[in-house]
Nanobody, 127 residues
Framework: QVQLVESGGGLVQAGGSLRLSCAAS????????MGWFRQAPGKEREFVARITWSSAWSSARTLYADAVKGRFIISRDNANDTMYLQMNSLKPEDTAVYYCASLDSLFSRGVGNVDYWGKGTLVTVSS
C-alpha cells in the first residue's frame, strides 16, 4: 500500500522560508514522478511543482507553476524515499494546504493525473 506523509508546514511571516518533506513508502519511489499541489481556502487544488527522474538522464527534471517559479525548489532523495519542497520568499497568497502526490506518468502535472495523495500539511503565511 502506497503511503505519502507530509511534514514541515506551519506559520511563517511573509518573506520567510519553510521546507516541506514527503516520506513515501509502498512502491519503488525513484521510478515515479512526484509532485506538490496546494489548495487554498475556497479555491481548487492546483499544481505547484513536479520532479521527474529517468535512468537515461544525468539529473532529475523539474517543473514549477509560474506563481512559485524562482522562489520554490523541489528535490528528492531516492535513497531515503523522501521528496522536499523548499519554499523561500513566502507570500500571504502561498497560504494553503500542501499535498504530496505521486503522478501517473513521466510528465504529468494535473490533479487528474495523481495516483496517490498525502493527507496534506498546512502552510500559513502572515502579512
Amino acid at each position: 500500500q502506497v503511503q505519502l506523509v507530509e511534514s514541515g508546514g506551519g506559520l511563517v511571516q511573509a518573506g520567510g522560508s519553510l521546507r516541506l518533506s514527503c516520506a513515501a513508502s509502498g512502491r519503488t519511489f525513484s521510478t515515479y514522478t512526484m509532485g506538490w499541489f496546494r489548495q487554498a481556502p475556497g479555491k481548487e487544488r492546483e499544481f505547484v511543482a513536479r520532479i521527474t527522474w529517468s535512468s537515461a538522464w544525468s539529473s532529475a527534471r523539474t517543473l514549477y507553476a509560474d506563481a512559485v517559479k524562482g522562489r520554490f525548489i523541489i528535490s528528492r532523495d531516492n535513497a531515503n524515499d523522501t521528496m522536499y519542497l523548499q519554499m523561500n520568499s513566502l507570500k500571504p497568497e502561498d497560504t494553503a494546504v500542501y499535498y504530496c502526490a505521486s503522478l501517473d506518468s513521466l510528465f504529468s502535472r494535473g490533479v487528474g493525473n495523481v495516483d496517490y495523495w498525502g493527507k496534506g500539511t498546512l502552510v500559513t503565511v502572515s502579512s
